[in-house]
């Protein structure tokens, strides 16, 4: 019998115990890890193998957890060789029992991106390798897994390296969370999303502590549940366990009615443990619990459900925006992530992402800032694009389930995005126009989005992930165009079911006081079923007017979001009002708002070079003496930089208002090499460089040499900062000092180095620098000014 | 497992340059705020693990040999703030460097007094046993590619989950790996400081004729 026709006729399956516990109890020595042992002890993993079957056990896993080429370096063994053995060794106890082989894949053993340094591609590759190796097991399955970026990687290198059915399983702590912070809701949302069979949890916890989490799961998920829970909680240090087989399987019992379907023992636990939930399942009907959330959309830690108006920040856009458009030309992710934060303060929960712009490479963008915005912000994101390759990549290197934005009734889009959709696990935003155009009438657009509905259907989406935008034309052009519109929406909610979703500042191009018209419209939009308004969270009464909704709708129950996000309003301290403080000593004493005021004021009167040479300049050369000396501390530093930046800013709008000169005294490469990600050093550099009216290019943490080498030739970049923080990657200092020396676009004609390269780092000395061959060694950011002035003027 | 409940301001502090400073009334504000800030994003996690020696895997060099001689024991500490305060330090640089940096020391600070924590749990369980301070894979010429090793053998990844990368970065970054030698004998008032540490050719500290507190 195969795997899913076992899923499907039988009410319970059984799992095995810990192999891990078994080969303890042998007494069993390896040399290098337990995996070894299928070479050097077939006969040994085959008995425990059969010990499990001999229990009850249904499924075994093969004995191949770390059996990846990062934790079998040094064994002497290749994946494919250990995997080979234990999938043989599995077989060979299951013969002739009917009982299945599991490929039992654990993680990698590297943390990923961004809390550690694995890519996302290298994890897949990992993962590739050891799936391609395990050719005779009957199902694959991914346990003990805490970064839900990293299951998403193996799960993907499953699907698309062989055709076994998947099952999962995380490692949840007390607190309700992985290590990673990721929750059992969007653990389960994902998974589902992804193709799974089964999911669930293993390891950590014994079968009572984790009533919650599963709890939790069962509710965002119809698929079966597994839980393969330790035996009690270990002593840290001793590893002795503490429940007994008896009463593991009668914790196990009270979690069935959450539609556990899959059952075995993780650490601790024994054949006895198996053979006891045997007992206990033994004339039992396995209890169905059907989801009961609606259509959620999550990133790892934050699940959003679609049961109530939920906000999606619209501003991750550079269409008509100049200041957007230059970030992107310079790869200024900064940029991004501070859009990113601001929407979520004002109030989004979704955040739609779109970088296309005709000078960039999409593609690669999409891939950065999704990967950037989830770093630092835990609301699930919007993939923006009219390019199904740009959509497909941002699908893939998203964590969690996102929504595609969008697709629409021409056959060209439907049979080119839902596919995505379906494979990535997605909610998409279904346009209703098609080759003909925006139809004028709601029956026109609700047609269309029918036909949306059905086609992703067919698919296997569920309707309520697809989010109807019905379209908001523009009332001055054609007073009739909102009636249709909200028609649409309401017949779409009511009659198909959908969720629906809408960009609402379109309605009031061409009057005066849109915000009034815009605020109108939403509210009359809500009113209709509008669950996913697309604008700007940070207009006041946009936000408010969304806020307000839910509450009179008693979907805020108790009025407490209402509540926290206007009642605890502590008036503002009004730092501007003391606009007589002099720009010197705002930027001395880190006042930002007084220093921008001071600079407007100064800017009447005065030449802006003038500023910035005479007051500003000065002032900074203060500040850093003054740290320099011991006088103040590293954060005010900071913000005596910062404020300067807002001066700067007051000044660069001044002159451009004005078409004169630019104030950038060149530009500098600043990157915290390969394999780093201590970037807290490089980050308070380029502050400070800015601040001296340096133009600095950031590539970031963990950047490899090539990125140096091709920024500096493409954007003719004459000096290069580079950090490490650690003896080991002084070593990619200096890769990446010698590949742009080397570089023959970097170099005079007579042979000599067009770059001025400056290092610094903790553990970095002058004499090492020099040896490595880097221009300068700068001991912190004010020596890196200096530096900067003494190479750049 | 282990609480902390307050963070040394005086330590969090000299990781703030300011030797020579007093934190005005605007800096102070800053110090409480992160100090609370911090605690709460605090997951502190501990391992340890005695092993007999002589120990060949773990005793390379002549810094550890002469850190543990006269022990019949070392202990293999691991111990980690986990993800969270990471993650609030990598958010906070985004939108306000200044206060990150103070966050960043604060969980420098304290990643120290949950080592401070764990050590002293490690003496009570070996009663009548003298115990040297920690030596961590770095200092002097114990190589940094021990980390692995370390977690290898307390399988530190699923328990507290403490990994390290290719270039041996402990991740979550603020964790700490340490070798405590356990001794029948009182162990000579050793210190760490400034002759096992590799810095100090250049040090700032020193320079100014101060000390890290290492």
């Known amino acids: 019998m195969d795997f899913k026709t076992l899923l499907k006729t039988k009410d319970f399956i059984l799992l095995d115990g810990a192999m891990g516990t078994m080969i303890q109890k042998s007494g069993a020595v390896y040399e290098h890890s337990p995996e070894t042992l299928n070479i050097t002890e077939p006969g040994l993993i085959q008995s425990f193998h059969r010990a499990y079957i001999n229990a009850g056990a249904d499924i075994i896993y093969s004995n191949t957890f770390g059996a990846n080429s990062y934790k079998l370096e040094n064994s002497g063994y290749s994946v494919s060789q250990i995997t080979g053995a234990a999938i043989s060794n599995a077989k060979a106890a299951a ?37 391609l190796a395990g050719d005779g097991a009957d199902l694959i399955v991914f346990e003990t897994m805490t970064d839900l970026y990293e299951l998403k990687a193996a799960v993907l290198a499953a699907k698309e390296n062989s055709d076994k059915p998947v099952i999962a399983t995380m490692t949840f702590e007390k607190n309700g969370r992985t290590f990673t912070g990721v929750s059992p809701a969007s653990a389960a949302v994902t998974l589902t999303g992804l193709g ?111 049961n109530g108006p939920r906000i999606i920040g619209e501003r991750i856009n550079p269409t008509g925006k100049k200041q957007f458009q230059q970030a992107l030309a310079d790869n200024n992710i900064d940029y991004i992530l501070t859009q990113a934060l601001q929407q979520v303060g004002g109030g989004a929960e979704i955040l739609d992402v779109n970088v296309g712009h005709p000078e960039i490479d999409e593609k690669k963008m999409m891939t950065a800032a999704v990967k950037a915005i989830q770093s630092v912000c835990d609301a699930p994101l919007q993939i923006d694009s009219t390019k199904p390759d740009v959509l497909e990549q941002g699908l893939r290197y998203y964590n969690g389930k996102p929504i595609v934005n969008s697709v629409n009734g021409e056959e060209k889009s439907l049979s080119a995005v839902l596919p995505l959709v379906k494979k990535y696990g997605a909610s998409v935003v279904g346009l209703t126009l098609d080759e003909n155009g925006i139809p004028k009438t709601a029956e026109g657009r609700f047609k269309i989005a029918k036909r949306i509905v059905s086609r992703a259907e067919a698919l296997g989406i569920d309707r309520r992930d697809v989010y109807i935008d019905c379209l908001t034309l523009t009332v001055s052009a054609e007073q009739d165009a909102c009636r249709q519109t909200l028609e649409a929406l309401h017949r779409v909610k009511t009659e198909l079911g959908c969720k629906t979703c809408l960009g609402v500042s379109n309605i009031s191009f061409g009057l005066p006081n849109r915000e009034l018209v815009n605020s109108t ?26 806020r307000a909704f839910r509450v009179l709708r008693g979907i805020d129950k108790n009025s407490a979001d209402f509540i926290s996000a206007y009642n605890n309003t502590a008036p503002e301290r009004k730092t501007s009002q003391s606009s007589d403080v002099d720009i010197f000593t705002a930027v001395c004493s880190g006042l930002k708002s007084e220093g921008a005021a001071a600079a407007e004021k100064l800017l009447k009167t005065t030449d802006p070079m003038l500023i910035v040479n005479e007051m500003l300049i000065p002032a900074l050369d203060k500040v850093g003496e003054d740290f320099e000396k011991g006088k103040i501390f590293l954060p005010q530093l900071i913000q005596s930089a910062n404020t300067a930046q807002e001066c700067f800013e007051v000044i660069k709008k001044h002159l451009s208002n004005s078409g004169g000169e630019n104030v950038s005294k060149g530009k500098i490469i600043l990157a915290t090499v390969k394999g780093d990600i201590h970037d807290i050093g490089k980050n308070i550099v380029k502050v ?21 080498v091709d920024t500096a030739v493409k954007q003719n970049i004459k000096m290069i900062g580079l950090s490490a923080l650690m003896t080991t990657t002084l070593k990619s200092m200096e890769d990446t000092i010698s590949l742009v020396r080397s570089a023959k676009e970097l170099q005079n004609p007579d042979g000599s180095s067009k770059c001025v390269i400056f290092v610094g780092g903790a553990v970095l000395t002058k004499d090492y620098a020099m040896k490595i061959g880097a221009d300068y060694y700068c001991r912190d950011a004010k020596e890196s000014v200096d530096t900067a002035k003494k190479v750049l003027g | 497992m282990i609480s902390v409940k307050h963070l040394s301001h005086s330590e969090a502090l000299r990781y703030l340059g300011g030797a020579n400073a007093e934190p005005d009334e605007k800096m102070l504000e800053l110090i409480n705020d992160c100090e609370q800030q911090i605690l709460k994003c605090l997951r502190p996690k501990f391992l340890y693990k005695a092993v007999d020696l002589p120990c060949e895997r773990l005793v390379k060099g002549n810094d550890i040999a002469k850190h543990l001689e006269g022990c019949k024991k070392a202990v293999l500490l691991c111990a980690t703030l986990g993800a969270d305060a990471d993650k609030l330090i990598r958010v906070t640089q985004v939108s306000n460097l200044a206060r990150a940096v103070v966050l960043d020391s604060f969980a420098t600070v304290a990643i120290e007094q949950v080592c401070d924590s764990a050590e002293q749990e490690i003496a009570k369980a070996f009663p009548g046993l003298y115990m040297t301070f920690r030596f961590s894979p770095g200092y002097g010429d114990y190589p940094v590619s021990l980390q692995k090793y370390f977690l290898g053998e307390l399988d530190a990844g699923r328990k507290i989950g403490l990994s390290v990368n290719e270039s041996y970065i402990l991740i979550p970054s603020k964790s700490v790996t340490a070798v405590i030698g356990l001794s029948e004998n009182p162990i000579e008032k050793r210190k760490r400081g400034c002759a096992v540490c590799n810095m100090r050719g250049e040090c700032q500290y020193r320079r100014r004729g101060e000390h890290c507190g290492f």
């Open chain 1, 95 to 131: 013969k002739g029992t009917g009982a299945l082989v599991a490929h039992d894949i654990g993680p990698v053993g590297m943390l990923l991106e961004p809390a550690g340094s694995l890519s996302f591609d290298e994890a897949y590759n990992y993962f590739k390798e050891q799936i």
């Open chain 1, 196 to 306: 799974v069979e089964a999911v669930g949890v293993n390891c950590s916890l014994g079968p009572d502590e984790l009533e919650p989490i599963v709890a939790e799961m069962t509710r965002f998920t119809d698929l079966p549940l597994i839980v393969k829970a330790n035996a009690g909680l270990p002593d840290p240090n001793s590893n002795e366990y503490s429940i007994m087989p008896e009463q593991f399987a009668a914790s196990l019992e009270g979690l069935l009615k959450y539609g556990v379907k899959i059952m075995g023992g993780c650490c601790g636990t024994t054949p006895d443990y198996i053979s006891e939930i045997g007992k206990m399942l033994g004339g039992k009907a396995f209890i169905p619990c059907p989801k009961t959330s609606d259509s959620t959309v999550c990133s790892p830690s934050a699940a959003v459900e679609i």
């Open chain 1, 521 to 546: 419209f939403l509210t009359m939009a809500l009113e209709e079923g509008l669950d996913l308004p697309i604008m700007n969270p940070n207009v006041e009464s946009m936000t408010g007017a969304v």
């Open chain 1, 688 to 708: 400070l460089l800015d601040n001296y009216g340096y133009t600095v290019v950031d590539l970031g943490k963990d950047v490899d040499p090539q990125l140096v």
